[in-house]
């Protein structure tokens, strides 16, 4: 079900398969932003804009890995040092990423942070999902169900135009369950938005605490089914908004397990995170951290059949 490389060399140049992006996931406009007064340039690593951390973001590190106790269930944990400076980002950034299976089966991934300094954090996993099996072909005709009235729309590179805007009578719409590909040909070029959750609406910059955190506990917010299979996926979540991507740009050129081709629309992502280009825009809230504040963001992956 998950779209993978055979490799950790071919992983580390894919389209981010199933890795944690960071220190800021998703796009910031122009490279650059402005904190505390000072001005920090990143790397445009997409077109004129940073994207997923920059050249050598997260995914591309090597992170300390090792097995914990917990309660819950089997766990993992990595961590790693983000060192001052390191992209363009300021202060020292400690992250850990603990993954838990818990004994009844729900995949729980906790992600954590803090800084020396005042810096950007939003970090997000960028699993790519086929319910109908990795090799089964485009994802069309999952059945999507997304717990979120608003979404942000963006220019054609992607950058967030600032608004927040109702789903209703729109693509967009998948308050109710919809297939993926009933009306993706209406949007621009698929789907690579992010979704306000939890009913945040206009309101969630003033919902949501330090390190884009809307609520404590993860609550429902995503439920995808593909119908051949009735294998479902429900996604809990912390954050206030996730970004359904649709594998638009895949092209047969990534080549995952057993030397399987994945073309265009093979998996879609659903990654749970704070607003793109948020330090750039007043209107939605911050995924700036300081040294006495704590990033926390959790997410739960649940699977029926």
Not at 128 to 137: K, P, R, V
Not at 140 to 165: F, S
Not at 187 to 216: C, I, M
Not at 287 to 301: A, G, I, M, N
Request: charged content about 20%.
């Amino acid at each position: 079900m998950l779209i993978t490389s055979s490799d950790w060399p071919q992983a580390s140049s894919s389209p981010f398969f199933g890795v944690v992006v960071g220190r800021c996931a998703n796009r910031i406009e122009g490279a650059s932003f402005t904190l505390d007064g000072q001005i920090h340039k990143l790397a445009a690593n997409n077109g004129k804009n940073a994207l997923h951390g920059g050249t050598k973001g997260f995914d591309k590190h090597v992170w300390d890995a090792k097995r914990i106790d917990h309660a819950d269930g089997a766990a993992v944990q990595l961590t790693r040092t983000s060192p001052d400076g390191e992209e363009g980002y300021p202060g020292n950034l400690k992250v850990s990423v603990t993954y838990i299976m818990t004994r009844q089966g729900v995949l729980k991934m906790l992600i954590e942070a803090t800084t020396d300094k005042a810096t950007l954090v939003n970090l997000a996993q960028h699993a790519y999902f086929n319910l109908a099996g990795h090799d089964s072909g485009d994802v069309l005709n999952h059945d999507l169900h997304l717990r979120g009235d608003h979404y942000i729309p963006t220019t054609e590179d992607g950058i967030p135009t600032g608004q927040i805007t109702p789903v209703k009578g729109t693509p967009f719409d998948f308050t109710e369950m919809k297939r993926i590909g009933k009306e993706i040909d209406e949007t621009p070029a698929g789907y690579d938005h992010n979704w306000v959750l939890h009913g945040l609406g206009r309101q969630a910059k003033f919902s949501t605490k330090a390190g884009s955190v809307a609520s404590e506990i993860p609550r429902e917010a995503i439920k995808v089914r593909d119908p051949q299979s009735s294998r479902t996926m429900t996604i809990s979540t912390t954050t206030p908004g996730v970004q359904f991507y649709s594998g638009n740009f895949l092209d047969g050129n990534q080549i995952g397990k057993g030397g399987f081709a994945y073309q265009k629309h093979a998996g879609f992502c659903l990654e749970t995170q704070g607003f793109p280009n948020a330090i750039n825009q007043p209107a939605f809230p911050t995924v700036v951290l300081r040294p006495d504040e704590k990033y926390r963001h959790e997410t739960h992956y649940a699977f029926t059949c």
